[in-house]
C-alpha cells in the first residue's frame, strides 16, 4: 500500500555512513515496521524506533536521536517542514500507490464543479496530476495552490495549514480534498468558505464539507460560554520544534490578564489531558497542534479553546465566521 523507497534509504544509509539509526514514524505505519526494517538490516545498520509520539514533521524526534547515540535519523510518514535538524535527517513519505480515480469516478454526482482546487495530503500528492487529467476529461477546469512555509508541494494540506487552498480559492468553485478523515477538508471549507468534496481512495467512499457547518460551531459555541465563566486559564505551548508559538501564547497570556482573567504559559511537549491534569485552571487555550482542542478536546474536562475562540471570547473577533487555527511563521518562536 505505502512506498517506503528502500533504495533511497540504502543510499542514504549508505551515503551517511551510520552505524545507528534512529526510525521515526507515526502510529498508523507501526504495522510496517517489518518492512521498514528491511534496508537496515541489509546494510547491517542498527536501527532504534523513537517510539513516542510522531503526529507530523513538525515532532522532528532529532534531539531524542542524539541522545540514543544515533548518526541518523529516518522520519516516516511526513514531508520535511523545513525546520532544520541536527543530524543528517531523511524523510520517507509513505506514499500510498493506489490510484484515487476510481474513487473520484463513484464521486462524480457530487462534483458540480466547473472550475475546482485540488487539495490532499503528502500520502496523495503524486497522484494530483492523474487526477486533474481526469478531472479535465469531465470538463472541469483544475488549480490547484503553491505550497506554504511549512509544505513542500503545490496542493499539499497540512490540518495546521491551508495556505495553497486559500491562495485559489477566489478562482475556483469548490475543492476537491483527496485523502482521509475530516480535519483536512473542514479547514479548507472554512478558510475558503466554499464546499469541499472529499474523497477517499482507500475506502473509495466520498463526503461533503459545506462551510456553513452548524452542529460543529454550536459545540465550538458552547466551549467558549464555559470557558469565559472560568476565572483561570492555561495557555498550552508545545516544545515540539514545529509548534512552539510561543510568541501568540505570550499574546495570548497578555490579553487574558488585560481582562483581569490569571493567566499562566504551560510548556507541554505532548499536549494529553494526563499531562495537565494536576493543575487546576478553568479552561485552557491549546496553542500547539490546532488538531488537538477540536480533534482530542472531549478527552479533557475543562474545555479547551483555539487561539481564534479565546479572542471570540475576549469579544476582539465574531464567533462567525469560523476560523480553524492555523500555524503562521509570525506565531512561532
Ligand atoms: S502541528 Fe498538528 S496539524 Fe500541523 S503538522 Fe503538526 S501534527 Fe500536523
Do not use: W
Not at 17 to 43: M, S
Not at 113 to 142: C, D, K, P
Request: proline residues 6%.
Amino acid at each position: 500500500m505505502y512506498d517506503f523507497e528502500e533504495p533511497r534509504v540504502r543510499e542514504f544509509l549508505q551515503r551517511t555512513g551510520a552505524r545507528r539509526a534512529a526510525l521515526q514514524l507515526p502510529a498508523g505505519l507501526a504495522r510496517y515496521l517489518p518492512e521498514i526494517l528491511r534496508p537496515f538490516d541489509q546494510l547491517g545498520v542498527e536501527p532504534v524506533v523513537v517510539a513516542g509520539s510522531c503526529y507530523g514533521a513538525c515532532d522532528l524526534a532529532d534531539e531524542a536521536a542524539r541522545k540514543l547515540g544515533s548518526d541518523v535519523l529516518v522520519h516516516y510518514g511526513h514531508a520535511d517542514m523545513g525546520l532544520g535538524s541536527v543530524m543528517p535527517t531523511l524523510y520517507v513519505e509513505a506514499r500510498i500507490k493506489k490510484s484515487p480515480v476510481d474513487a473520484l469516478e463513484l464521486a462524480l454526482p457530487a462534483l458540480d464543479f466547473r472550475r475546482v482546487g485540488l487539495v490532499t495530503t503528502v500520502q496523495h500528492i503524486g497522484h494530483l496530476e492523474e487526477v486533474a487529467s481526469f478531472l479535465n476529461s469531465h470538463g472541469m477546469q483544475t488549480l490547484v495552490g503553491e505550497p506554504s512555509f511549512r509544505t513542500r508541494y503545490p496542493g499539499q494540506v497540512l490540518g495546521c495549514d491551508v495556505s495553497c487552498a486559500k491562495a485559489v480559492a477566489p478562482s475556483v468553485d469548490g475543492f476537491i480534498y483527496i485523502g482521509t478523515g475530516d480535519f483536512h477538508p473542514l479547514g479548507v471549507a472554512f478558510a475558503t468558505g466554499k464546499k469541499v468534496v472529499s474523497v477517499n481512495p482507500v475506502s473509495r467512499g466520498f463526503k461533503v464539507f459545506m462551510p456553513r457547518q452548524e452542529k460543529f460551531i454550536k459545540g465550538r459555541k458552547a466551549k467558549v460560554a464555559q470557558a469565559a465563566l472560568g476565572k483561570t486559564f492555561g495557555v498550552i505551548v508545545s516544545t515540539k520544534k514545529g509548534q512552539a508559538r510561543f510568541s501568540l501564547a505570550r499574546k495570548i497570556v497578555g490579553l487574558l490578564s488585560k481582562e483581569g482573567k490569571q493567566a499562566c504559559l504551560l510548556a507541554v511537549d505532548d499536549v494529553s489531558p494526563e499531562s495537565i491534569e494536576n493543575f487546576c485552571f478553568d479552561a485552557l487555550v491549546c496553542v500547539a497542534c490546532p488538531r488537538i482542542p477540536i480533534d482530542d478536546g472531549e478527552r479533557f474536562e475543562r474545555p479547551v479553546l483555539t487561539p481564534f475562540e479565546i479572542l471570540a471570547m475576549l469579544g476582539k473577533v465574531p464567533m462567525e465566521p469560523y476560523q480553524m487555527d492555523e500555524i503562521n511563521k509570525e506565531d512561532m518562536g
